[in-house]
């Protein structure tokens, strides 16, 4: 049976290292095999759901045609080119967030950590804000046959990479509740040059949440002025009856030994503005991955690539497990603590492994927004497999102490123009700053 499994996780890489996926509407195959369900992920409910959600969400949101136009020298003329030139370098330092306000990035990155800090249901002092409980694990990355091709980066030229990921309950607080709806988080760390841990490296942030449900720092903060927490009952069945009359989802039950959540501002901040609707539907029906190696994780903001020619094209990544996606049954009692124990188990067992999908977007995609999530019909590229190997012997180091960014870059990606993504580079500082992590370097130019 283990060899089985390990056939069935190994043929997804090998068919589809160095190939894209090819659009749905020219009826391709854009899947991978679950071994456990014998299906196909994409043919999920939660999949089907999503694609419900999206068009009552976003009815405007319409397949765009592929651009035509070229610059002189027959380089294709992309998104950014298009909608996005003007802020296609990202900022140097921690310099204002807000538009015309005058604030300072480090301030406002304090103001933004100080906000999710209050909304704990209890603080965590010297942990993560968000993300507090999660497990390092030792892996390696190799590129696609054609990742060279697209992007210029070190870890996309085909040798090994070694890496570091976290695994981590999106929860704030330092109760460990694995069985709870919840998004997951995986912070990848690619160690560049020989692989030393602690040379020049780059980072990948990602959630299993498809969207994010603020367009920028103003949103954040109503967000959080709204989504407060609130205590929670069991909802009667006569209610519940009643909500469903009304078309309306009727509230969950609350978990064993839960007595406050967001959910209800959540819901409310979601009914005031439109944009957040996919994000939090998406969040309050995530549910519990029967692992951490099987649910798919995206890095939600738009990133610029830049190919051997000099061709600039924004793209988004994601992880895609290749063991196949797989919840826990929502209806049982849930765990608290199981995903250390079942990743520690597996790894023992088999390696776990991942395919780095990179999609890449075309002209009236948003590139500055991550409430908007792009066309199901655009290219999608393998760039590489990720191999993990072992839980970390040093959780402490490579568990807790590592501090992730999303601007820790490398030549051939550039951050875009998405507000979110400029305030999480000085608010991920404010949150190392406040538990003692690994300080931030993005460049040799920023080390001086």
């Known amino acids: 049976m283990l060899s089985n499994i390990n056939a069935l996780e190994e043929l997804p890489c090998q068919i589809a290292r160095g190939r894209r996926t090819e659009k749905i509407g020219d009826h391709q195959s854009n899947r991978a095999r679950c071994p456990e369900s014998h299906g196909f992920i994409s043919s999920c409910p939660i999949r089907i759901a999503r694609r419900l959600v999206r068009l009552v969400c976003e009815p405007d949101h319409m397949p765009v045609l592929r ?22 370098n990202g900022t140097s330092g921690c310099r204002s967030i807000r538009n015309g306000e005058g604030m300072t990035g480090s301030s406002v990155a304090k103001q933004l950590v100080d906000a999710i800090i209050a909304n704990l249901p209890e603080p965590a002092p010297g942990l993560r804000p968000v993300h507090t409980m999660g497990v390092g694990v030792d892996g390696y990355f190799m590129a696609s046959d054609v990742a060279r091709n697209y992007c210029i980066a070190e870890h996309f030229r085909g040798h090994r990479v ?23 988080g995986m912070a990848t760390r690619f160690h560049l040059q020989g692989g030393v841990k602690d040379g020049p490296a780059t980072d990948l942030i990602a959630t299993t949440l498809g969207e994010f449900f603020a367009r920028n720092v103003e949103d954040f ?13 069991r909802e009667s069945p006569w209610r519940k009856i009643l909500d469903m009359l009304q078309l309306k989802e009727p509230v969950r039950d609350p978990y064993p030994k839960e007595t406050t959540n967001t959910d209800a501002g959540a819901l409310s901040y979601a009914n005031r503005y439109r944009f957040a609707q996919l994000a939090v539907f998406e969040a309050a029906q995530i549910g519990a991955p029967v692992s951490y ?22 793209v988004r990544f994601s992880w895609q497990p290749v063991a196949g996606v797989r919840t826990t049954d ?16 597996r790894l023992r067992r088999w390696p776990a492994r991942f395919m780095l999908m990179m999609t890449i977007g075309e002209a009236g995609d948003a590139l500055d927004d991550p409430t908007k999530p792009w066309s199901a019909r655009r ?4 760039m590489g497999t990720l191999t993990l190997t072992n839980l970390a012997k040093d959780q402490v180091a490579d568990g807790e102490r590592i501090s992730f960014n999303p601007w820790r870059l490398v030549p051939g990606i550039e951050p875009s123009g998405d507000p979110i993504l400029h305030a999480r580079r000085c608010a991920y500082e404010v949150s190392r700053e406040m538990r003692g992590g690994c300080p931030f370097i993005r460049s040799q130019a920023d080390a001086k």
């Open 162 to 184: 070694e890496v570091s990921v976290r695994f981590s309950n999106g929860f704030g607080g330092p109760k460990q509740h694995d069985g709870w709806s919840d998004v997951r």
């Open 293 to 314: 190696t099987r649910a798919t994780y995206h890095a939600i903001h738009t990133f610029m690539v830049e190919d051997p020619h000099g061709v600039r094209r924004p």
């Open 330 to 345: 929502p209806t049982a009692t849930p765990v608290d603590k199981y995903l250390r124990h079942e990743l520690e188990e």
């Open 379 to 382: 290219v999608r590229v393998v």
């Open 67 to 88: 651009s035509n136009v070229t610059f002189g020298g027959g380089r294709r003329l992309n998104s950014i080119d298009i909608a996005n030139a003007s802020s296609a």
């Open 221 to 233: 903060f109503e967000f959080t002025k709204i989504a407060r927490q609130h205590p929670v009952q």
